[in-house]
């Protein structure tokens, strides 16, 4: 009775003794045949990984430009269009989307005008930012020098200034510029303070490399005009972000001339269209990773049957003895296996350890902030999966063809 219980453990032992046996007889062949698994089992890992890095960084630099962030600009016209003074945004609309919007949690706008500073006997281009008492915390600023603007300085329309470090550098290399008088256009600022992005915009806001953003009060007095160009409104929660966006759009149209068109958008459609092309990205290198693997699946077929080919004397001998054609089929089977599983672990093994190193060499290389690697186990196990199942799926025809065969022909085989 012992003995009948133990007969299937002892086949089972048995045949994964002799895959295993055939397998080292033919290292080289074993190896070759499984690095397209291990190719393909990276890829799925590696196109999962680069998915979910590229997803957390992009939403990691619009937190850091602003999050819940709706902002608004009065849309440029056609040729044959007007635009009318009271077309323009007003610090009064501002204090409109305050009041009628109760999600919102601060506003602020901007007005930029281009003049140049007078440093070191040359003229630099500048861009002088007109900014509202809340601009630094919706834009997150940095302020590693000095300080920002106070109340005061918007109520007295005081003459000073924050200014950003590459012009800070400019103006004043190697020296603390936070109390020097800066000469801009017709009128002379007091520098309080020095401000950078908390992550860099290249240009594609009012801030530019060479900007220094002055109390709004002193744009509308030295200009004369007293409209906003951007209007900027923070949300309290990332889910009011299209109420406010709505919310902010009807408070302008209902303020202004029909005729007035405004762009009024979010940093959220940033986001879902970065998530769109991450995800239409990640489909195509995964069927390039499937490819690899179906590549790999069919070099494995074409191995096994020049494997059941070559050892057809040793299947008749098998089968002589008292081999059933099951066991033949497990055996081959088991092969097929074998090279898909390793060559699956050998490459998850290369794809989560790129990712464990660039973790590490982030520590002394000078990276952009916010990259974080992060590995799906998910993927881990989808590749282990795939790539077993690549190799009992192409190594099934093998084997079926070596548990076909015939013990007497086989035996006859040269």
Not at 226 to 232: E, G, M, Q
Request: with cysteine; net charge negative; aromatic share 6%.
């Amino acid at each position: 009775m012992n003995e009948v219980a133990q007969s299937p453990a002892i086949h089972w032992s048995e045949t994964w003794h002799l895959a295993m046996e055939a397998l080292r007889a033919n290292r080289v062949r074993a190896a070759l045949t499984m690095l397209g698994v291990v190719i393909g089992s990276a890829c799925i890992v590696l196109v999962v990984t680069i998915g979910l890095t590229g997803r957390t960084f992009v939403r990691h630099q619009i937190e850091a430009v602003g999050s819940n962030l709706v902002f608004a600009s009065l849309a440029q016209p056609a040729a044959s269009q007007n635009v009318a003074l009271s077309d323009e945004i007003s610090d009064s609309d501002m204090e409109a989307v305050r009041q009628g919007v109760p999600q919102v949690i601060h506003v602020a706008g901007t007005s930029d005008l281009p003049l140049t500073v007078l440093a070191g006997g040359k003229a630099v281009p500048v861009v002088m930012v007109g900014v509202t008492p809340e601009f630094e915390q919706i834009r997150k600023l940095v302020i590693p020098q000095g300080r920002y603007f106070d109340s005061d300085d918007f109520s007295s329309v005081s003459k000073v200034c924050v200014v950003s470090e590459h012009l800070a550098d400019t103006v004043a290399p190697g020296q603390n510029i936070v109390g020097q008088e800066l000469h801009v256009g017709e009128l002379t600022f007091t520098v309080i303070g020095v401000f950078r992005e908390r992550i860099d915009t290249f240009g594609q806001s009012e801030i530019r490399s060479d900007s220094l953003l002055v109390p709004f009060p002193l744009v509308r007095y030295y200009t004369g005009d007293s409209y906003l160009v951007t209007l900027y409104a923070q949300a309290g929660r990332a889910e009011y972000v299209p109420l406010v966006t709505d919310r902010v759009a009807q408070i302008l149209k209902s303020r202004h001339r029909p005729e007035a068109e405004y762009n009024v958008e979010n940093l959220s459609s940033i986001l879902d269209t970065s998530r769109r092309i991450s995800f239409a990205l990640t489909i195509v290198l995964l069927l390039v990773a499937l490819l690899a693997l179906v590549i790999s699946g069919i070099g494995i077929m074409n191995i096994m049957l020049v494997t059941v080919t070559e050892r057809t004397r040793e299947i008749g001998l098998r089968k002589a003895i008292g081999a059933r054609p099951r066991e033949i089929l497990y055996q081959f089977l088991v092969e097929a296996i074998l090279i898909s599983g390793v060559g699956a672990v050998i490459g998850i093994g290369i794809a989560v350890a790129i990712p464990l190193s660039v973790d590490v060499l982030a520590r002394f290389l000078p990276l952009p902030a916010g990259i974080q690697i992060p590995v799906s186990w998910l993927s881990v196990l989808a590749a282990f999966v795939v790539s077993c199942a690549t190799g009992v799926l192409f190594g099934y025809l093998p084997a079926r063809t070596a548990a076909q065969l015939q013990p007497v022909e086989s035996l006859r085989f040269e």
